[in-house]
């Protein structure tokens, strides 16, 4: 299975936005959710448009605007994201002639228990692992 660096950064900026929404009413600058997470500024902004397109963030401008959440982050779940950036997940490989359909199938079983774990971990999960791995918030790694 393969997932695209664009899915990897939108769940990059969606767990920093959950984890800083008590800040700023929840609103978060692009340019602060790119410092928080290295993700290159550019390519964040095409990500949130997407996001937003896809109705999990909503926007206002304006100094103190931003993006937030708009919907809770509990009924995010990683799945959906994937879905929104990339159309859902990918197989890796070449499919073997010699085996072809059980190789199908394998991969088929493979992928629907991978789209298991992706619909049962939300946004909130994510964040709440995060802060369980990092009790006083410093030097987050935005490693998932």
């Known amino acids: 299975m393969r997932v695209s660096k664009k899915s990897e950064y939108a769940v990059r900026a969606l767990v920093e936005m959950v984890l800083r929404a008590g800040e700023s009413q929840g609103w978060r600058q692009t340019s602060q959710i790119a410092a928080n997470t290295g993700i290159p500024e550019k390519f964040l902004e095409q990500i949130l448009l997407v996001l937003k397109k896809g109705g999990l963030l909503t926007s206002r401008r304006g100094a ?9 982050a509990e009924t995010v779940t990683l799945d959906r994201i994937i879905g929104m950036l990339d159309g859902g997940v990918v197989e890796e490989g070449e499919e073997d002639a010699s085996c072809a359909g059980l190789y199908r199938e394998v991969l088929a079983r493979a992928e629907e228990a991978s789209r298991e774990v992706l619909r049962g971990t939300s946004l909130a999960d994510l964040a709440d692992e995060v802060r369980r791995r990092n009790p006083g918030g410093a030097g987050i790694e935005y490693q998932i």
């Open 64 to 72: 103190v605007g931003g993006y937030a959440l708009a919907v809770p």
